[in-house]
């Protein structure tokens, strides 16, 4: 199938540094991406569509200002934890549409801890 | 409400058993699709199986297999054969295609602990 990569896999940071997270898709072109938000021992929640060439699409409750996303080409969305503070740390994962199929592939997911 | 609901926290089988994950979805859109996806401990969501809505049989993958009942608004996950493998969280998830919202929503998930 195919394949989705997340970078990094585990990231440090202190608090109120900005944090950049890369979902690409390496062999096939995603217009549409995903990006969600699981805690420990919870569901994946949604917190954005990822549109390439256009604006991303924030689920309610996620600011937009604080997580930034950045869908500059066909394989590659990146989503930027602005100002990070502890109760950001989570299991982000990223998914890709593959357009005319009801397949979504998912990244390996990139653990954030804030300290 | 919620849109897929597992009320299964945890279950446990014997290695080598059958097992039946529970699913129910509300949606009140007539195309739809239903997956379930297998999360081990290292975070990765492996696709498992999928149902599309107009689908007339039940969706089967190697050992797994998709009990959908569309009147009851239920897919549950049969696992036959159980391997200590299996021993992971599952979700089940939703993808309601008349929004235009190709994103999945997800239940809250089911531990599933394979005993030898």
């Known amino acids: 199938g195919a394949v989705v990569s997340q970078h990094p896999s585990r990231v440090i940071c202190k608090s109120g540094t900005s944090v950049k997270i890369e979902c690409r898709s390496l062999?096939?072109?995603?217009?549409?991406m995903f990006w969600y938000r699981q805690f420990p021992k919870k569901s994946l929640m949604l917190m954005a569509t990822?549109?390439?060439?256009?604006?991303?699409?924030?689920e309610q409750g996620v600011e937009k200002d604080k997580f930034l996303i950045n869908h500059a080409s066909l394989t590659l969305s990146t989503l930027t934890v602005t100002s990070a503070h502890p109760e950001d740390s989570s299991f982000y994962i990223c998914?890709?549409?593959?357009?005319?199929?009801?397949?979504?592939?998912f990244g390996p997911g990139t653990r954030l801890t804030v300290t | 409400a919620q849109k897929i609901t597992q009320t299964q926290p945890g279950m446990f089988v014997q290695e080598k058993e059958a097992v039946t994950l529970d699913c129910t979805y509300d949606?009140?859109?007539?195309?739809?699709?239903l997956f379930w996806y297998k999360q081990p401990s290292s975070g990765e969501m492996i696709f498992l199986i999928y149902?599309?809505?107009?689908?007339?049989q039940n969706a089967t993958e190697g050992r797994y297999s998709l009990n959908f009942q569309k009147a009851r608004k239920s897919a549950n996950l049969v696992i036959s054969a159980s391997q200590l493998g299996d021993s992971a969280m599952y979700f089940c998830?939703?993808?309601?295609?008349?929004?235009?919202?190709?994103?999945?929503?997800f239940g809250s998930g089911t531990r599933l602990q394979v005993q030898p």
């Open positions: 998914s890709a549409y593959l357009a005319g199929t009801y397949e979504q592939y």
């Open positions: 062999d096939f072109q995603a217009t549409t």
């Open positions: 990822s549109n390439e060439g256009s604006k991303a699409t924030y």
């Open positions: 949606t009140s859109d007539p195309s739809y699709g």
């Open positions: 149902q599309g809505s107009y689908d007339q």
């Open positions: 998830a939703m993808r309601e295609d008349d929004t235009g919202r190709r994103a999945l929503t």
